[in-house]
């Protein structure tokens, strides 16, 4: 399956964010239920496929040449009904370099994590394991280890973080749902190891007693 898709779009250098998730739903990983929305395209159009999503919403921009949609404020969150998510599109499609819109049903709140794959110049394919979303750089709380990896290696890299003691259920949380999580980082660990991404970067990853979903999705072929 990953072998196959990176055939497919081996004349690609990187991917929109639906198009990573796409993929990641397509080796099993769980991914909000969502609808890109390309620029200048009228929401009439996907009137059915918007009719799916379920209220509230999020809509982040798409685009290739941006990297942070935060900086860019690129991202609309709680939309209420079709009227806000009309006036989120029309502002996220007047950005810079806009390519699109993305719009998701929100996630529940959860524990944020960081799962990401590089090639480095001296280790070859590593993945990085850490709290996520504004944690990663707060408190760079990140460990890494060497891929290929095994399910063993990978409940050891989440018991690297000083955090760890979040995974395993803080101050009355519940703890996360450990097998999802490895089963997350098993999926980065084998798409950085085939030989044909540069990079992989998974954050956040929303963690839950049961589960665990993508919430945002980058990734870069060499």
Known sequence: MIKAFFEKNKDKRTFLEHEVKGFLKSI??????????????????????????SYPLVAKVSSSKITSKTDAKGIRLRIKNEDELKNAVNELSGIENAEGV????????????????????????????GLGGVFVELYKDVAFALAPMKEKDAFWLIQQIKGYKLIEGF?????????????????VSEIISSGDVEEIDLNPVSLYPKGAIVLDAKMSLR
């Open 28 to 53: 099993g990983l769980s991914v909000p239920m969502g609808v890109f929305i390309p620029k200048e395209t009228p929401l009439s159009a996907l009137g059915s496929q918007l009719s799916a999503l």
């Open 102 to 129: 993305l719009v998701e049903e929100m996630a529940p709140e959860g524990l944020e994590v960081i799962v990401g794959g590089i090639i480095d110049k001296q280790f070859g394919p590593v993945v990085m394991f």
């Open 171 to 187: 101050r009355g949380k519940p703890a996360v749902d450990k097998d999802a999580l490895i089963k997350v980082i098993l999926a």
